[in-house]
């Protein structure tokens, strides 16, 4: 049961270029989110998808997309990379929401290492 | 200000020392609160979770919340080299989808 698993790895940019950080989970799970971590920050939240066909803005959106293409995947994208968008990114996932899922955690990937120079 | 302040350390402790680790959080509506572990190059994981006031124990570990002040805490007793990690608290609301606030994170390293 591999969990979250994100692609690629690591990943060197251009400003300007375009790239989609993809995120699968085989988990059944419904809700899916992505941060971005940076030191001193913490984790933060970018968009999320809280049942397939629907997404929803987080705390950073500016200069991301996504697409909830599927229940298993979640995809980021960066249309014009930026070197502010240097960060690690996390693609996370949780059974469902509403009252009953509180208690059940975020089952997070290994990560993106993006670097835009 | 962040919703959710942590201290951001790092922190080196010698092998065997308790360890307090904290945070503060500014909406009094917040409901649950967690504390991840993150080793290096890893991905974030569950390590406790609580609801209510007072105090939960999970083998060396002890999580408190303090809902009056906005505090929260994790203790972690007889510190092993393997619990070096950075630790993350996190707090969500009863109505935001599941939507977790993270701390900033503290680095904390237990030296044999």
């Known amino acids: 049961n591999a969990g979250v698993t994100q692609t690629p790895k690591f990943q060197v940019l251009k400003t300007g270029q375009s790239m989609t950080l993809q995120c699968a989970q085989d988990m059944n799970h419904n809700s899916m989110y992505w941060y971005r971590q940076d030191p001193g920050m913490g984790l933060r939240l970018i968009y999320y998808s809280a049942s397939e066909g629907t997404t929803d803005k987080g705390e950073v959106p500016n200069g991301y997309n996504v697409s909830r293409l599927n229940k298993r995947e979640f995809s980021l994208r960066l249309e014009s990379a930026a070197p502010s968008q240097t960060s690690v990114y996390f693609c996370?996932?949780?059974?469902?929401?509403?009252?009953?899922?509180?208690?059940?955690?975020?089952?997070f990937g290994n990560g993106t290492r993006l670097t835009v120079t | 200000q962040k919703e959710v302040e942590q201290d951001p350390g790092p922190l080196s402790v010698p092998e065997g020392a308790i360890v307090s680790l904290n945070c503060t959080y500014s909406n009094s509506a917040f409901q649950y609160f967690m504390w991840y572990r993150q080793y290096s190059r890893k991905g974030p994981e569950l390590l406790m979770y609580t609801y209510s006031s007072g105090n939960k124990e999970d083998g060396r570990f002890t999580a408190q919340v303090d809902k009056s002040s906005k505090y929260i805490s994790l203790f972690i007793r007889d510190s092993q080299p393997s619990d070096s990690a950075t630790y993350l608290c996190a707090t969500l609301l009863y109505n935001q989808g599941g939507k977790l606030i993270f701390g900033q994170g503290t680095e904390l390293s237990v030296k044999p």
């Open positions: 996370a996932s949780r059974p469902q929401t509403g009252s009953s899922s509180y208690n059940s955690p975020l089952h």
